[in-house]
């Protein structure tokens, strides 16, 4: 009788505890969801699930202890513990995806490497404004205007360049490749005054630059090539958009203007020579 008795207190002694871990864990976990929730704009009680399947999970558990703690019921708690690693390891293969991209959703939700409307690339592939994010999944808004759905998971494992993070400035690449014979102080002016001319070029000099006289738009002689010279222009601009104008722009431009004085864009032709041997 007072073995029964020992038994029976510890079978309440093991529910009570399972019951208030899940009390604390619900409470907490819940309050995370909510948060992540909020700033992502779902809906909270989408992700309850998570919450109902860890509470099976911790009682199963206590249910096992209990079986495998009493004589009589030992055979039976083996063999459920035995069934739950093999249904546990379905269950975990089957929803490693599913798993990792909600996980990879809320380091994105806690981290912050880029928000609604930031624009970014991601890897090497994708370049877009970030229009809605999941726990799930990321939407990128292309320039095309296609929407680019993105497991969270492959986004953790990219590079992520935001341009619109803390300063949205773009400073623009302009390269011209122009013949060996060509004026370079001549050439440069160009590229210069093409620059400043445009309606997304800002300046971008500091006060110290600005007495120092330094250009507003610094052009370098970059390299030789074969059969001419790069140079490369620094074009400031407002932000993505507007550098990626300024850009397209200014190719055509500056191309326009060599041709009307005369300056020569470099010939890149290559002449192949076979021997036989």
Request: some cysteine.
């Amino acid at each position: 009788m007072e073995k029964q008795w020992e038994q029976f207190i510890f079978v309440a002694a093991v529910l009570v505890i399972t019951f208030l871990i899940s009390l604390v864990f619900r409470f907490l976990v819940g309050r995370f969801i909510k948060g992540a929730a909020r700033k992502l704009k779902v809906d909270p009680t989408r992700y309850n699930f998570f919450k109902n399947a860890v509470d099976f999970i911790l009682f199963f558990v206590a249910i096992v202890i209990i079986f495998r703690s009493i004589p009589s019921l030992r055979t039976y708690g083996t063999g459920l513990l035995t069934g739950a690693g093999v249904l546990a390891a379905i269950v975990g293969f089957a929803s490693q995806s599913a798993f990792s991209n909600i996980i990879s959703g809320i380091f994105l939700v806690i981290f912050k490497p880029f928000s609604v409307g930031d624009r970014v690339k991601i890897g090497q592939s994708y370049t877009g404004d970030v229009e809605d994010i999941t726990l799930r999944h990321t939407v990128i808004k292309d320039f095309e205007n296609r929407r680019i759905i993105m497991p969270n998971s492959v986004i953790s494992n990219e590079t992520i360049i935001n341009s619109t993070t803390v300063d949205e400035k773009i400073c623009v690449f302009i390269e011209v490749a122009v013949s060996l014979k060509t004026n370079l102080d001549r050439a440069i002016l160009i590229i210069e005054d093409e620059a400043q001319k445009h309606r997304y070029f800002i300046e971008n000099r500091t006060e110290l630059e600005i007495q120092r006289g330094e250009h507003p738009v610094m052009v370098r002689v970059l390299t030789f090539l074969n059969g001419g010279i790069l140079l490369r222009a620094y074009v400031w601009s407002r932000n993505a958009t507007d550098a990626f104008d300024l850009k397209c722009d200014l190719n055509k431009s500056i191309k326009e203007r060599f041709d009307k004085e005369g300056i020569e864009l470099a010939d890149m032709q290559y002449q192949v020579v076979t021997k036989s041997l």
